[in-house]
């Protein structure tokens, strides 16, 4: 079976845009063992959005169409589908039902023009889209077939994992069916990582391991089973993480959907306790990501961006002559516990770059912990990379010490 991607889109020529869709799909193809040898970029021309459809179907058996779902008349995925099949297309009540069902959820109008979303060429089946207004399309070409999603990533990937990988797979004649499950850790480098587990990838083609670095959402480690099943793909899933959480041990901090910030706001609310930030260099980042997690109000108070020195010394009460210091994290982690009045509060200071601050080198990084009266603390850590890089790892880094305290484990520090 094989499957080839195109992606429509004249912004994606003139590279406004990437086209990170194929990637995705690209990697989900593989995932599921279809054969995938090209993806072809087009721009809003029916004409030649036609001729690549015709050209790759000579070829393979599948297409995946992304984008030009859209209401506008530069979006003409179906058209080019319909004069593939040779069809008219047809205007479904219940999909112009649905659209203006979407329009009013949100208070809106729908316009004249988005009823040509609900247009479907002959003969094609529908996907529904409880994302957005364009539904999918799945459209028997003869005994091959063209699946048109929308451009906007997570519409695309809810279609593609939910209808039209399935579809494939039952078209390919395989009986199989995929299960996976992400590790997340933190602690260690991407390199570091492999080693650890390389005995694991290199013993089993099922399931399959992957690593992706994701930089604030830390390392991730995907374990892929095939199965005959949901059952029997789970069973081996859950004996693979298993077999890795042995070696990897705490440095896993989610799985899935779950990040960094969710496990830790998890952690704090398991304790009653409430917490809060004082942020220097990721200027109120670790706060941003906080306060993104559904129910953060809970548990997190709020945050204290102390950017400059003198912020630092009246606002939070620093004394530390230095503020890229151990001291001044543990002071600036008091002080917010002390002003936001939470009961664990966690503090960054460092040297994001591009220039060294006080004789440290860019990368240095003071995270400070203070948790009720008594405790505080703080650990130094080098990170690598840019400005950017240096303060989202800063954020994780951050969060992670809170997450290691609060399960009593030891602060990692290694360079990464
Ligand atoms: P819409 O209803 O929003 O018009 P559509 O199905 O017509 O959706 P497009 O108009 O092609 O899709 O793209 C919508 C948006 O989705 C783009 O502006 C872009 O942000 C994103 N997008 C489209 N194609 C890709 C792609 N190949 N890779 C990544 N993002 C994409
Ligand atoms: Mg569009």
């Not at 179906?78 to 949100?106: Q, T, W, Y």
């Not at 039209?164 to 933190?186: A, E, F, N, Y």
């Not at 530390?320 to 982690?333: L, P």
């Not at 009961?343 to 990368?363: K, S, Y």
């Amino acid at each position: 079976m094989r499957c080839e991607v195109l992606a429509v889109g004249t912004e994606l020529l003139l590279g406004q845009i990437v086209d990170t869709n194929g990637a995705w799909l690209g990697e989900q193809l593989a995932q599921v063992g279809i054969d995938s040898y090209e993806h072809v970029i087009v721009g809003d021309n029916q004409p030649r959005i036609v001729e690549a459809m015709r050209s790759l179907l000579a070829k393979t058996d599948a297409i995946i169409v992304c984008g030009g779902l859209g209401p506008t008349q530069d979006d003409l995925t179906r058209e080019c589908i319909a004069e593939v099949m040779n069809v008219g297309l047809e205007r479904r009540d219940d999909i112009v039902e649905h659209i203006a069902s979407m329009f009013s959820a949100r208070g809106r109008d729908m316009s004249e023009n988005n009823k040509r979303q609900a247009d479907v060429p002959r003969g094609a089946d529908v996907i529904w889209n409880d994302r957005g207004t364009a539904p999918g399309l799945i459209c028997p070409v003869g005994h091959k077939v063209i699946y048109a999603v929308p451009g906007v990533p997570h519409e695309m990937m809810a279609m593609v994992a939910g209808a039209v990988l399935p579809d494939l797979l039952r078209r390919s004649g395989t009986k199989s069916t995929l299960v996976s499950r992400m590790l997340k850790t933190w602690g260690t480098s991407e390199s570091g990582l492999a080693e650890m587990i390389a005995d694991r990838v290199d013993a089993q083609t099922n399931p399959t391991i992957a690593f992706l670095a994701r930089g604030i959402e830390g390392i991730c480690v995907r374990i892929t089973a095939k199965g005959t099943d949901d059952e029997e793909a789970r069973v081996l899933v859950e004996h693979e993480e298993q077999a890795l959480r042995e070696i990897l041990g705490d440095i896993v901090f989610a799985v899935d959907d779950e990040t960094m910030e969710s496990t830790v706001l998890r952690l704090i609310v398991e304790r009653g306790w409430t917490l809060g930030t004082a942020e220097s260099l990721t200027g109120g980042m670790i706060a941003s990501r906080l306060a993104a997690v559904p129910g953060a109000g809970d548990s997190f108070v709020g945050s204290i961006v102390s950017y400059d020195a003198e912020v630092k010394r009246k606002v939070l009460g620093v004394t530390a002559e230095r503020v890229i210091s151990d001291e001044c994290a543990v002071q600036m982690a008091q002080g917010a516990r002390r002003v936001l009045g939470c009961d664990v509060a966690v503090a960054v200071t460092g040297v994001a770059g591009p220039d060294e601050m006080e004789g440290q080198p860019v990368g240095t990084v003071h995270i400070g912990l203070a948790v009720g009266e008594e405790q505080a603390e703080a650990v130094k850590i080098r990170l690598p990379g840019g400005r950017e890089q240096i303060r989202q790892f800063t954020t994780i880094s951050a969060l992670d010490l809170v997450r290691r305290r609060l399960l009593g484990i030891a602060a990692s520090t290694g360079v990464r």
